[in-house]
C-alpha cells in the first residue's frame, strides 16, 4: 500500500467552474476525512465519512462543497461555481476505526481559482 | 466544540539543542485524543506523537515526549537534541472521541527552524 493518494496534485480553474477532487485512502481505513488548508492556516474541517456514510460535514461548508464516498472506498470532493475564496490545498486523510493510531495524510489537492 | 491554540507562531533551535513547542486546547469531552504532526515543506503530514487523555502518563517517542497538563488542558512537545530534518511546521490537534464527534481539530501550527 503506498499511502493515501489525491488527484490531482494541482488544479487551476476559472471563477464558475466546478471542480472534483479525488481521495484514494488505504484500503483497510474505514474512516476518510477532508481538510482545507489556506497559507499560514491549520488546515479546516470539511467533512469525514465512516465507509460509505457521511458522519459529519461542517457548517462552514456551502452547499457548493459536496463529498461522497461510493461503496466506501475512493472519495470525490466537488466544488460548484468556484470563488477565488476556495483557493487552498484540499487534503484528504484516513484512520481506521477511531483514528487513535494516527492519521495517514495524502499530499494534497491545491486548487488555484483565477 | 474544540479549539486548539498554538502561540508560537515561529521557533529555532540550534542543532543539537532542546526545544520546547507550546499548545493549549479547550474541550467539552471527557475523553480525547491529543496529537502533534509535522508537515515538511511540501511534504505531506506525518504523526510525531499522540496522547489518550485519560492516561496520565506522559507519551515519549524517541527524541519526542509531551508534556500533558490534562488539568491546564496543555499539550506541550519537546524535542531533543534537535536535528536539520526536524524543521518542519508543526501541529497540534485534538479529536473527540466520542462517535460522530470524532473531526480533528488543528492548531495554526508553529514553525521550527534547526539553526546549523
Known amino acids: 500500500d503506498t499511502g493515501v493518494s489525491q488527484d490531482p496534485r494541482h488544479k487551476i480553474t476559472k471563477r464558475g467552474q466546478n471542480v472534483t477532487f479525488r481521495c484514494d485512502p488505504i484500503?483497510?481505513?474505514?474512516?476518510l476525512y477532508w481538510y482545507r488548508q489556506t497559507l499560514g492556516q491549520g488546515p479546516e474541517f470539511l467533512t469525514y465519512?465512516?465507509?460509505?456514510?457521511?458522519?459529519?460535514k461542517s457548517r462552514l461548508l456551502s452547499d457548493r462543497f459536496s463529498a461522497e464516498r461510493p461503496k466506501g472506498s475512493f472519495s470525490t470532493l466537488e466544488i460548484q461555481r468556484t470563488e477565488q475564496g476556495d483557493s487552498a490545498m484540499y487534503l484528504c486523510?484516513?484512520?481506521?476505526?477511531?483514528?487513535?493510531?494516527?492519521?495517514?495524510f495524502g499530499s494534497g489537492t491545491r486548487l488555484t481559482v483565477v | 466544540a474544540q479549539t486548539v491554540t498554538q502561540s508560537q507562531p515561529e521557533m529555532s533551535v540550534q542543532e543539537a539543542e532542546t526545544v520546547t513547542l507550546s499548545c493549549t486546547y479547550d474541550t467539552s469531552e471527557s475523553d480525547y485524543y491529543l496529537f502533534w504532526y509535522k508537515q515538511p515543506p511540501s511534504r505531506q503530514m506525518i504523526l510525531v506523537i499522540r496522547?489518550?487523555?485519560?492516561?496520565?502518563q506522559n507519551a515519549t517517542e524517541n527524541r519526542f515526549s509531551v508534556n500533558f497538563q490534562k488539568a491546564a488542558k496543555s499539550f506541550s512537545l519537546k524535542i531533543s537534541d534537535s536535528q536539520l530534518g526536524d524543521a518542519a511546521m508543526y501541529f497540534c490537534?485534538?479529536?473527540?472521541?466520542?462517535?460522530?464527534?470524532?473531526?480533528?481539530?488543528f492548531g495554526t501550527g508553529t514553525r521550527l527552524t534547526i539553526i546549523p
Open positions: 496522547q489518550e487523555a485519560y492516561k496520565q
Open positions: 490537534l485534538s479529536q473527540g472521541s466520542n462517535f460522530g464527534n470524532e473531526k480533528l481539530t
Open positions: 484500503s483497510e481505513h474505514n474512516r
Open positions: 486523510a484516513s484512520t481506521k476505526e477511531t483514528g487513535y493510531y494516527g492519521y495517514t
Open positions: 465519512f465512516q465507509n460509505e456514510a457521511q458522519l459529519e
